[in-house]
C-alpha cells in the first residue's frame, strides 16, 4: 500500500490499522480492545492481550532461523584496537538469556521488580535487558557515561532490587571504572538496590561489598542449562522506564508498555526501516539512549535481523572501522546520528571507498536537525539514501520521517519527512493554538490518542505527564513536542528547534536555532551554538560561539574581528537586525552529550556567571573551558 493510503487509514480508522499491524507480532492470548481511550490523555492499546518482547525477539526465530546470527557484539576497545567480535546466533542467544534471567530470579526479581542496568556497551547488557523481558522485570537503562549523582537520582526514582553493572567501560582503548561510581551512587541515594550483579571484564579492579555484589560469571556458571519459560504479560504492563537526555531540564522516566511497544516496532521496521529477516541491521547509538532500545535490541530483532552492537569510536582504528563492518557483515540498514557523521566527514573520504559497501541500502539519522550539507555529503559518499528521522525517548519510535517501506515517496532536504502512521501531527499557533497556515512556525504537537508504541505515563507520577506533555494548549488534547516547527504545502515538516530554546531580545522572541542557522551559512562556519544571555537593557542577547571551518583564517585579532562583523551582517541580512548576536566567539569545540546533543543550558549558564549544572553527559569537558576562555579573552 502507498504511503498516502496508508496514513490515512491509520488515522481515520487506527483501531482497524493497528489491529491488523498486531499480526506482525506472536500473541500469546488475543487482545479484546484494540484500544481503550476512556480516560484521555492516557491510552491503552491493545488491552486484554498476552504477549512478551523477549519471546518475539528471540523465541519466535528459533525454528525459522535459530542458528542464523541475532547478536552480532564488536569491540575496538581493545589494546592494539583490533575488532574483536562475539556473535551470537538466535539459539545461543536464548540459552544466553535464559541464564542471565535464571540468575535474577534466584536474586528474588520478579514480574514488576525494576533492574537498573548501567554498562558499557558489551553483549551482557542487550542480554540482561532482554532477560528482564522475558521474565516480565521493568529494565532501567542508565547511559554508562552519567556519573555518581545523576545515577543516584535514577536509583531513587526507578527503585530497582536488582543493578546490573561491570568493572569498566573504555574509550579510546582507556578503561572507564564504573563500579566506584556505582558505590558512590547507591551511597547517594535514598533507595538500597538489594543486589548488584557485575560483569568482570578485567579492566578495572573492583571491591565487592560482602551480600550486596555479586560475580555474574561465577552465578552464570550455576546456571548454564537453565530454561526460564517466557512470562506473559498483559500488554499494558511496564516494560522499562527510560529517562530522556536532559537537554532541556530534569529528565523525566518515559514509561513504556509490552503490547503496544512491541508492535509499533514491528510495524516500523516494515514501513520505515525496510527490515527483513536474516539481514544484517547496524545502530550506532548507545543502548542508555532510546535509539538503543528501539533500534539496537528489539526493532531488529523482533524483525528478524541480526543487530550489532559496538563498543568504540568512529575513529578508531580508523575513521573506516563502521565501513568495515559493513562489508564484513554484509549490513543493509543503518542507523546514526548527523554528529557521528560530522566527525567523520572531518576525516579523508577514502575510508569509505576502501570498503565494499553494496550490501547498503539506506542510512537513517535522527537526534538532532540534520543540515543539507552533511546530507549531501554522506549520500554521495555512501550512494545510498539518507533517510532523516524525528522523534523524542517519549516516543519510542519515529514521529516524522519517509515510509520508504510502502513506496519511493522522495525525501526533502532540511525535513524529517512527513507524519509516520498513527502520528496525527500539526503545528499550532503557541498563543491561540489554532493550526498554522502552510510554512508558518508554531509548536510541533500530536492529537491524543497518541499510536502504540509511544510513552504510557511519567513512571510513578501521571500528574506530571498530564501536566508538561497535555497542558499547554488549555482544552486541546494536544501532546506538545516542544519543537517549533513548520509544515510546507505538501505536507512535509522542517523541525526549527526547542520552545524552551527561544530568548527575548527586546520583547521580540527569537528561535536561537534560527539564528544558528543563519549563522551557519557563512563559508567558514562549522558550527555554531547561539544562547540567550541576561541583559540589563534589552532583557536578553543572543550571543554566537562558533567553531569556524578554517581556524588559520581567524588567528589573529583583526581576523577575528573581520569575521564577527561578517557573520553579524549574515545575520542581520537573512533574520534582521534583532536578531544580530551581541558577541561572536571563535572556539574551537562546542559542548555536547554523548549523543550529540548542544549544551545550550550550559553554555548559557557559563555565560551568566552561574553554576553550569549536571555535566555528566558531556562529551568533552575542554569545551567548557574553550567558552570561559572565549568569554575573557
Ligand atoms: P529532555 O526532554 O530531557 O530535555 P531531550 O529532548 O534532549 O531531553 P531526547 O528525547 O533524546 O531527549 O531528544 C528528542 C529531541 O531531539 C526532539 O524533541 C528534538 O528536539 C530533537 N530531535 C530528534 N530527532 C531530530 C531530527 N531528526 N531533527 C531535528 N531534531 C531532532
Ligand atoms: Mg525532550
Request: glycine letters at 8%.
Amino acid at each position: 500500500m502507498r504511503y498516502a493510503e496508508l496514513y490515512e487509514r491509520s488515522v481515520t480508522d487506527p483501531q482497524s490499522y493497528w489491529a491488523e499491524q498486531a499480526q506482525l507480532i506472536d500473541w500469546h492470548a488475543p487482545f479484546s480492545q484494540v484500544l481503550d481511550a476512556s480516560r484521555p490523555p492516557f491510552a491503552k492499546w491493545f488491552v486484554g492481550g498476552q504477549t512478551n518482547l523477549c519471546h518475539n525477539a528471540i523465541d519466535r526465530w528459533l525454528e525459522t532461523q535459530g542458528d542464523l546470527p541475532a547478536l552480532i557484539a564488536v569491540s575496538t576497545e581493545t589494546a592494539d584496537a583490533a575488532p574483536a567480535e562475539k556473535i551470537y546466533s538466535f539459539r545461543e542467544l536464548h540459552a544466553e538469556v535464559q541464564r542471565s534471567a535464571a540468575i535474577m530470579l534466584s536474586l528474588g526479581v520478579t514480574r514488576g521488580d525494576r533492574v537498573l542496568i548501567y554498562m558499557p556497551m558489551i553483549a551482557e547488557a542487550t542480554i540482561a535487558m532482554l532477560a528482564c523481558a522475558r521474565i516480565g522485570a521493568i529494565h532501567s537503562v542508565v547511559f554508562g557515561g552519567f556519573a555518581a549523582n545523576s545515577l543516584a537520582t535514577r536509583i531513587d526514582d526507578a527503585r530497582p532490587k536488582l543493578v546490573v553493572s561491570a568493572d569498566a567501560g573504555s574509550r579510546n582503548g582507556k578503561a572507564i571504572p564504573y563500579k566506584p561510581l556505582l558505590d558512590d551512587a547507591i551511597r547517594l541515594a535514598k533507595h538500597q538496590p538489594r543486589h548488584v550483579l557485575l560483569v568482570d571484564r578485567g579492566l578495572a579492579p573492583m571491591t565487592l561489598v560482602q551480600g550486596r555484589d555479586l560475580d555474574y560469571a561465577s552465578l552464570r556458571e550455576q546456571h548454564l542449562d537453565a530454561q526460564v519459560p517466557v512470562t506473559w504479560l498483559e500488554s499494558n504492563e511496564i516494560s522499562y522506564i527510560l529517562y530522556t537526555s536532559g537537554t532541556t531540564g530534569i529528565p523525566k522516566g518515559v514509561q513504556r508498555d509490552v503490547g503496544g511497544y512491541a508492535v509499533a516496532l514491528a510495524s516500523s521496521m516494515q514501513t520505515i526501516f525496510c527490515g527483513k529477516p536474516g539481514e544484517v541491521y547496524f545502530s550506532t547509538s548507545d543502548i542508555g539512549w532510546v535509539v538503543g532500545h528501539s533500534y539496537i535490541v528489539y526493532g531488529p530483532l523482533i524483525a528478524g535481523m541480526a543487530t550489532i552492537m559496538y563498543e568504540g569510536l568512529p575513529v578508531r582504528p580508523d575513521a573506516g572501522i563502521w565501513w568495515s563492518m559493513v562489508e564484513k557483515y554484509r549490513v543493509t540498514r543503518m542507523f546514526s546520528a548527523p554528529t557521528a557523521v560530522r566527525v567523520l566527514k572531518k576525516q579523508a573520504p577514502e575510508f569509505m571507498k576502501k570498503y565494499d559497501l553494496s550490501s547498503l541500502k539506506a542510512l537513517y539519522l535522527a537526534g538532532e536537525p540534520l543540515d543539507e550539507t552533511t546530507s549531501q555529503w554522506i549520500s554521495s559518499a555512501l550512494g545510498v539514501p539518507v533517510i532523516d528521522n524525528y522523534w523524542q525517548t517519549e516516543s519510542g519510535w519515529p514521529i516524522l520521517s519517509i515510509a520508504r517501506g510502502t513506496d519511493d515517496s522522495p525525501t526533502r532536504l532540511g525535513s524529517p519527512g512527513v507524519p509516520m502512521p498513527g502520528y496525527k501531527v500539526r503545528v499550532i499557533d503557541e498563543s491561540t493554538g489554532d493550526t498554522c497556515a502552510a510554512n508558518r512556525k508554531g509548536v510541533v504537537v500530536i492529537d491524543w490518542p497518541l499510536p502504540p508504541g509511544c510513552m504510557q505515563t511519567v513512571y510513578g507520577d501521571d500528574a506530571r505527564y498530564v501536566d508538561t506533555y497535555w497542558s499547554r494548549f488549555g482544552g486541546q488534547q494536544v501532546y506538545s513536542t516542544f519543537d517549533w516547527g513548520i509544515r510546507d504545502e505538501d505536507g512535509y515538516y522542517f523541525i526549527l528547534g526547542r520552545t524552551d530554546d527561544v530568548i527575548n531580545v527586546a520583547g521580540h522572541r527569537l528561535g536561537t536555532r534560527e539564528i544558528e542557522e543563519s549563522i551557519s551559512s557563512h563559508p567558514n562556519v562549522s558550527e555554531v551554538a547561539v544562547v540567550g544571555v541576561e541583559d540589563k537593557l534589552k532583557g536578553q542577547v543572543a550571543v554566537a560561539f562558533v567553531v569556524p571551518r578554517n581556524a588559520d583564517a581567524v588567528a589573529t585579532p583583526q581576523a577575528r574581528q573581520a569575521f564577527e562583523a561578517e557573520v553579524m551582517g549574515v545575520v542581520d541580512r537573512q533574520l534582521g537586525t534583532v536578531a544580530r548576536p551581541a558577541r561572536v566567539h571563535c572556539i574551537g569545540l562546542l559542548p555536547k552529550t554523548r549523543s550529540g546533543k548542544l549544551l545550550r543550558r550550559a553554555i548559557q549558564a557559563i555565560c551568566e556567571g552561574r553554576d553550569a549544572g549536571d555535566l555528566t553527559t558531556i562529551e568533552d569537558p575542554a569545551s567548557l573551558q574553550q567558552i570561559r576562555a572565549a568569554l575573557a579573552g
